[in-house]
């Protein structure tokens, strides 16, 4: 049979046992709304720094999911100019001698597209 100073263990250690517990999992489940959290915030980032140059009297627009759009009603509607596939990302847009360039990253790499007119785009060289 245990003494009751045995017995006064035991309920401690158990004790401190499911305590443990409990401080883990309120520790995992607070990590998940962070990690949630940083998800969102990174989302909301990525769409906050979505390249948009005014070009030809158009806004215009490159997206994370590899389009250009370009609106003549200050972004009430877009209209698509160009589709390069989810894989690619348009990171960049800027203007040099009246041509608008792109930049666009796929697999880690980076190249440039130029358009007179925001309806023809070439590989830049």
């Known amino acids: 049979m245990l003494s009751n100073t045995s017995q006064n263990n035991i309920s ?3 004790f401190l046992k ?3 517990l409990a401080v883990a999992s309120l520790v995992v489940i607070e990590t998940l709304h ?3 959290a940083i998800t969102n915030a990174a989302k909301w980032l990525t769409l906050s720094r979505e390249p948009q140059i005014e070009f030809n009297n158009h806004q215009v627009r490159g997206t994370a999911t590899g389009e250009i759009l370009a609106s003549g ?3 009430k ?5 160009i589709s390069l596939g989810t894989h690619c990302a348009v990171s960049s847009l800027t203007i040099q001698d009246d041509q608008i ?8 790499h980076e190249f440039w597209l130029v358009s007179n007119d ?4 070439r590989t830049a060289i």
């Open 73 to 75: 009603d200050d972004g």
């Open 101 to 108: 360039f792109a930049g666009v990253t796929h697999a880690g």
């Open 34 to 36: 962070e990690t949630e």
């Open 118 to 121: 925001g309806n023809t785009w």
């Open 77 to 81: 509607s877009w209209q698509r100019l």
């Open 12 to 14: 401690r250690r158990n």
């Open 18 to 20: 499911i305590s443990g």
